[in-house]
C-alpha cells in the first residue's frame, strides 16, 4: 500500500511514517509495492513509480523528510535496490542499482545506476518482457568487480551489464537462457546459479559462465523442487530451499551439479522467502498451512 514505517527496535515505538502512496501518486501495480527499503548512508531509498515521473525518493533515515527524487519514466518495479560503487580506483563513488518497472502499456523498463548523494541517474539498460503482465522481481547481482546481471522470466532472459567510470551503464552479454521471475540468482566462481522459469512444474537450475553467458548446466532437481532461493555457503557450497519446503546443499560442477544433502522440511505452497543462516542456525519461513494442517509459521533449524 505504500505506508513506510520507522520503528524504535527497543520499545517498537514508530518514530516516523510516511504514505508514499499519497505522498507521491504511486501507481497501481499487479502486486501492490514489494521492494524492500534500502537504508544506506543515513537515507532509505525506496521505488515509488509516482506521478510527474518520480521513480525513486530518498528520505532522511531519522526524521523521514525528503532528500531528494530520482526522476525517470520507469515506474517501480519489485526488485529491491542494492548499493555498488563506481569511479577510478582511489576515486570511487556510492551508487546504487536498480531493477524496475511497473504496470505499463506498452511495458517498460529495466536496471538504473542512481548517484547516492544527488540521485541524478547516471547510466540506464532496457530490459522488459514484451507483454504488460511481465514484472521486474529479480534483484540486480553483483558478479565481478563493475559488473551486474539482471533477469527476467516472461522470455526477456538475463543481461549482464558493465559500470563505467561514469556511472554509465553498458551491456556486455544477454541470453535467454536464464530467466528467473521473482527470484535473486548468486555468483560463485565464475557462474552464475539461478532458477529459470515462469512455474514450479517447469522450473530448472540453471548454471551460466558469468564472462560469456554460455549455458554449463541446467537441472529440475528432481521435478517437484520448483523454483529456489539460494544462499551462498562458500567453501561448504550452496543452499537450495524449493517452494514447496525442499532443502539441498549443492555444489555447483563445470558439468553438473553435485548434491551433497537433500531434506523435506515441511510441504507446503508458495515457500518463497529467503531462509536465513546465522551462525548454524537456520530459519524457515513457512508462508502457506502444509499438507499435514500445520499453520503459516517461522521455524528454526540447527544446521
Known amino acids: 500500500t505504500g505506508l ?3 520503528i524504535d527496535l527497543k520499545n517498537g515505538r514508530i518514530l516516523w511514517k510516511r504514505d508514499l502512496g499519497s505522498d507521491y501518486a504511486m501507481r497501481d501495480n499487479f502486486f501492490g509495492h514489494g521492494s524492500t527499503p534500502l ?65 505499463t502499456r506498452p511495458p517498460i523498463g529495466g536496471l538504473l545506476c542512481l548517484d547516492l548523494e544527488s540521485g541524478k541517474v547516471l547510466g540506464e539498460i532496457p530490459h522488459r518482457a514484451r507483454i504488460a503482465e511481465s514484472v521486474n522481481a529479480a534483484s540486480p547481482l553483483l558478479v565481478v568487480g563493475n559488473k551486474v546481471f539482471t ?21 556486455v552479454w544477454s541470453t535467454v537462457k536464464l530467466g528467473s521471475q521473482f527470484l535473486t ?36 532437481l528432481g521435478g517437484k523442487f520448483g523454483r529456489g532461493n539460494l544462499v551462498d555457503l562458500g567453501d561448504r557450497g550452496v543452499l537450495a530451499l524449493g517452494e ?52 503459516p509459521r517461522l521455524i528454526c533449524y540447527s544446521y
Open 185 to 220: 540468482p548468486i555468483a560463485k566462481d565464475g557462474l552464475i546459479l539461478g532458477f529459470d522459469g515462469q512455474n514450479a512444474r517447469l522450473a530448472e537450475l540453471v548454471c551460466l559462465d558469468s564472462s560469456t553467458g554460455e549455458e554449463k548446466w541446467r537441472d529440475d
Open 39 to 103: 537504508v544506506i548512508r543515513g537515507k532509505v531509498l525506496v521505488p515509488v513509480g509516482g506521478s510527474q515521473e518520480r521513480c525513486v525518493v530518498a528520505l532522511d533515515a531519522l526524521t523521514g523528510e525528503e532528500l531528494w527524487v530520482a526522476e525517470h519514466a520507469w515506474g517501480a518495479g519489485y526488485a529491491s535496490a542494492i548499493p555498488a560503487r563506481f569511479g577510478k580506483i582511489g576515486l570511487e563513488k556510492d551508487c546504487v542499482l536498480l531493477f524496475t518497472g511497473g504496470e
Open 244 to 295: 514447496t519446503g525442499e532443502i539441498l546443499v549443492f555444489k555447483p560442477g563445470k558439468t553438473k551439479v553435485e548434491i551433497l544433502q537433500r531434506e523435506h522440511l515441511f510441504e507446503a505452497p508458495e515457500t518463497w522467502s529467503i531462509p536465513v543462516l546465522a551462525g548454524r542456525r537456520l530459519f524457515v519461513m513457512q508462508n502457506e498451512r502444509a499438507r499435514d494442517g500445520a499453520s
Open 4 to 6: 513506510l514505517h520507522c
Open 151 to 171: 533477469t527476467e522470466a516472461y522470455g526477456s532472459g538475463g543481461v549482464l551489464s558493465e559500470i563505467g567510470e561514469d556511472g554509465a551503464l553498458h551491456k
